[in-house]
Every structure is written in C-alpha cells, then in structure tokens.
C-alpha cells in the first residue's frame, strides 16, 4: 500500500435550514397566530481516529468534504430536520493545521478522538419565535446561517516508541526486519527505504512495543534537503531514539561523524529532538573492518552519557541483548504520546474561539469593511427583501453602536461598507 503521510484538503460544513414565516389558518380561527417553524442545523465536518487507517491516502484525489444542509422549517411550527455531520476518518497522530495560517488546529493522538473542523450553520428561527407582547404578528423569519468553510493541511506524525535514525544504508531496515513481522525494502543502494515502516517487536505474550524504521537522513536534511523534513516529521512522536551507525564504515564515511552529523540535523529541525533519550548502536560488527571503529564509539557514548551496543542486524549478534533493554527502558520511562505544541511562530488556534470585538478596516478602493463574527452571522441570516427584518438588522447596528465606529474611521456620506458577503451604502 503506498504511504502518503501530508495532504491539502478543503472542507465546508452544510448550511442550516431557513426558518419558515406563516401563520395558523385554520377553520374558525380567523386571524391565528405566527407558526413558523424553525430550520434545521446544517451538518459539521469531523474528523475521527480510525485504528484500521494508518496514511493519508485516502486523501490523494478525494480532497473536498462538504456537509449536509438542514431542512427548512414548515408551518404549524414545524422544526426542519438537522443534518447528519460529515465524517472523515484519519489514521491516529494526524496533526490539523489550518492551511492559510499554519495554526494547529488539532492533534489527533487517540483511537476514537474526534474534532469539528468546519460547524455546520445554524438553523434560521422561524416568525413564531419573534413574537412578543409588542409585534404579535411578526412576518419575517431568519435565513439558515452559512455552514463554515477552511482549507486543511493533515500531516501524519508516526505514533511509534522507538524510532531509528541514521545515514542511509547502516541498516535501519535490516533491524526492524530481523526484529519483528515487518518486511522493507532491503538493497545495497541509498535510500532504499523511501517511505516510514512501522514494527511491532514482540517481548513475550503480553508485552510489546512499535518500533519505526525512518528513512535514511542526510546532511541537510533539517533544510529540507533529500527528503529531510518529510521524515525528520516521524522523529517526533518516538519516546526512544536508537541511533544506528556504520561500525564498519563501509561508505567509507566515519561513524563518529556520521553520529554529530545527524544529531545537529536533529537539534535544527525541533530542540526537543535533541534532549531526546538516545541509545547508540553501533551495526555490523559481523564485518572485519567493524572491530577499527568500536573503541572510538564506545567512547563517543560514554562521552555523550548514553548506552551503547554493538550488533550485526544480519547475523542477530546482540540483537536481543538491544531489543531487551529497550522494553525495559520503555517500561520505566514510557508515557502518553506528548502531544504536538506550537513553535513561537505557530499559534494553536482554539476552535471554540470567538471574540465579539467589531474591527474595522479598508481595502484597496477606501471602502470599509467590517469585521465581526456574530454580526456576520446576522446578515447572511437576515432577509433584507423582508421590511421587518431590515428594521430588526437596523436595530442591531444601532445597538453595536456601527455609526459612531464608523465616523472615527472617516466614513462619508455614500461611502460602501462591507459586512460579510453583504454590501451597504452608508447614509446619516
């Protein structure tokens, strides 16, 4: 199955039904009173974590989501039906971010975790609920409000205990194959591993733990060289880095520096990477020119406080020896999947988040725009063809106090104001 691990993908709850204006006709009850009824709430777009999924694949062509609107409301107060939500299942550490932004909007860690990415619009009232003491016969109803609309960028951040990192061709595939059911790519050639394998290493009956094989990482990579940030990504969840290194220097590369050189990759692409808990294996000591370079590795880990093995993958050489330390690390130091925080110049947005301040501002052609959540929602919900329910809007821009903001912005006589969708021409 091929591995797509970011996609782009846009998403538009429904619109909520129209509330119905009508009046109770019925024999021997000339003039009844106001029944319409109100519309029905559009549906949301949610995602939900399904176990069963694990990459974004789905999301290759199918790119647009687009929720259900609600039914308009009848006569005899009649409620329109509300619609079912649009639900979308992802693979379980799926990270929202809003695509205009970068803002997270949401980090999705758990089986069954879900989150209203776009809120289906609500459902206009019908005239029956504008009835009071003083208008015992209101003619006008709202329209559904409009069903919110984003575009998304899903990136997938593998949920994995322990990661491997390291050069490519040291033999990141061949451990995980040797260790568990999971079967990559295995070839004497660079970045034969093109995409994140995940395996599950087996200690006994009841204990277990995943381990992801990331693609091999290069100078560079933290700028995006190779494909260093597509898998520099699946870094960040693991809990335990196991650090594979060439003990052989068959590239002729040297495995100290091949060592500094990935963790500064490491350290540049998040500082967390680096404080890290790494264990520094040292691979395919099966091969003569292995035994030069140990000595020097052993020291590089005392040096830099972490454990060391030395294996050969191909042979198991010490592969259980490795495997049994790492379950009993992960039994001592394993935790809840840290979930993802925003860097200083990424702000985690709070979907629930609405503010009530008016702000206004101009465009390009000095015309005023508006900008204000609730009062947004309010024209796209006002029928402006109905007179009661222009007056009722004229009612609410005197009580949000509009004219006087606007004249402190300089807003002359014939002048356009934008609100939402909605245009005006401003008149004294």
Known sequence: MQFIDKSKIVVRAGDGGNGKSSFRREKFVPKGGPDGGDGGKGG?????????????????????FVGKNGEN????????????????????????????????????????????????GRGGRGNAKFKTSSRRAPTFAELGEPGESRELILELKLLADVGLVGYPSVGKSSLIASVSEARPEIADYHFTTLIPVLGVVRLDYEKNFVMADIPGLIEGAAEGVGLGHDFLRHVERTKLILHIVDAAAVEGRNPVEDFRKINFELKKYNEKLAGRTQILVANKIDLPSAQEHLAELEKLARDEGIKFFAISAVTRENVKDLINYVGEWLDKHGQEVEPITADDDVKV?????????????????????????????????TNFDNPEGLRRFQFIWRMKNLDAKLKERGIKEGMTVHIGKMQFEWRE
């Open 44 to 64: 949301d777009v949610v995602l939900l974590v399904d176990e069963n999924i694990n990459t974004l694949l789905n999301f290759r062509y199918n790119k647009k």
């Open 73 to 120: 409301g009848e006569t005899k107060n009649q409620y329109g039906r509300c619609a079912e939500d649009c639900i979308i299942k992802v693979p379980r550490g799926t990270v929202v971010k809003d695509a205009s932004t970068g803002e997270i909007l949401a980090d999705l860690t758990q089986e069954g975790q879900r989150v209203v990415v776009a809120k289906g």
């Open 349 to 381: 947005f709070n979907l629930d988040n609405e503010s009530d301040e008016v702000i206004i501002t101009r465009n390009d052609a000095a015309e005023f725009i508006v900008r204000n959540k609730n009062l947004e929602k309010i024209v796209a919900m």
